[in-house]
């Protein structure tokens, strides 16, 4: 029989190994391995520790030979290979190819079950697959895709008009919000069954008549100026560009605006009698470009949704209100996007392997 290995400790290791075998957090199979080690430079046979410890003999020989060679270190587990993959890069491809071809009738999107069950696989693994692309096939959105052959150039006119303005020169976003409604709906909260309380709005409402905004953005500032009108015809714009000529009567004023028909006359009388007024166009379906786009979104969340006005006047007592406090704290928004570029739709998934 061969002789039992026989296992010297240093105090440090002694140490070590008492802490892994007392240790309430010790997973158990290092646990285990501590104690037959222990127990082992204690001088006891194999069989004795096995039988004390409910193992087996040849598991206690296969710890003592361990620690002997290669120390603390031996104790952890050897590297293993584990299960062999199921799935292949091939079948990555034939996931992201699927989603290219119309999904089966009745359906309008794909979903895991759907891929998994013509594909053959289990759809864990799709799952798998579009998390590591970070596909998303229920989140659908739109936008605008700007067409315009002059892209290029519009959005580097109006990026370097917010980057590096003229001297001396204000720049201005202008746009309209049209047709605002003055909807009455009751207000009030309402508790939930998991006892949350949230504030909320009746879905019924009376409407009271509309009001159109016109707006302009300082860049520089973030300052507002707005004037309100019945319509946004021709009449309207001009009369609310007069307000702003009159408000810097000494200045350059460059005046970003987007594509509408109103903002872009037949003839330019009032341009030629405004010399001090350019006006810059945004690309086609590009109005995002403008800043003011921006300051009308947090104009709507902030003061207008799910408000409750009994007519156009309370409505636009509202906005001036909101714009009083908008500009006592205003700040200019910083332009971060150097490089801008019209975005499309990409035709293939599978692109994504290559």
């Keep these: 029989m061969a002789k039992a290995t026989v296992i010297t400790l240093t105090d440090q290791e002694k140490a070590t190994l008492e802490r892994w075998a007392r240790g309430g957090r010790t997973e158990q199979r290092l646990a285990l391995r501590s104690r037959i080690v222990l127990a082992a430079a204690d001088g006891a046979k194999t069989k004795d520790i096995a039988a004390r410890l409910r193992t087996w003999a040849w598991l206690v020989s296969k710890w003592r030979g361990r620690m002997a060679r290669h120390g603390l270190a031996g104790l952890g587990d050897a590297p293993r290979s584990g299960q062999p993959r199921r799935y292949t890069a091939q079948t990555e491809r034939r996931v992201l190819a699927l989603l290219d071809e119309p999904p089966p009738s009745g359906h309008a999107t794909w979903t895991a079950p759907l891929v998994a069950e013509r594909l053959g696989v289990t759809a864990d693994y799709v799952w798998r697959v579009l998390r590591a692309h970070g596909i998303h096939l229920q989140r659908r959105r739109s936008w605008c895709i700007s067409t315009d052959p002059e892209f290029a ?5 109006i ?18 919000k049209p047709q605002i409604q003055a909807l009455e709906r009751a207000q009030g909260w309402l508790r939930l069954p998991n006892g949350r309380a949230l504030s909320g709005y ?15 953005l300082e860049v520089a500032t973030g300052q507002v100026k707005a004037g309100h009108f019945a319509r946004r015809r021709r009449r309207e ?39 001090n007024v350019h006006l810059h166009y945004t690309p086609t379906y590009a109005s995002w470009l403008n800043q003011i786009e921006t300051w009308f979104s947090i104009l709507s969340r902030r003061a207008l949704r799910g408000a409750s006005f009994t007519s156009p006047r ?28 019209p975005k499309g739709l990409k035709p293939h998934y599978s692109d994504l392997c290559k």
């Design 159 to 176: 990026v370097g008009l917010y980057l590096d303005p003229p001297q001396n020169a204000v720049v201005l976003s202008v746009d309209e």
């Design 202 to 216: 009746s879905h019924a409402y009376t409407r009271h008549g509309t009001t159109t905004l016109f707006a302009a």
């Design 237 to 275: 714009f001009l009369a609310f560009m007069n307000e702003l000529v009159a408000a810097w009567p000494e200045r350059e004023l460059h005046v970003i605006v987007d594509n509408l028909n109103t903002h872009k006359p037949k003839r330019d009388r009032w341009l030629a009698s405004h010399p």
């Design 153 to 157: 150039q519009k959005a580097a006119d």
């Design 314 to 341: 309370q409505l636009r007592e509202a906005i001036d209100c909101f714009i009083k406090a908008h500009n006592a704290k205003a700040a200019p928004f910083v332009w971060s996007k150097h490089v801008v570029h």
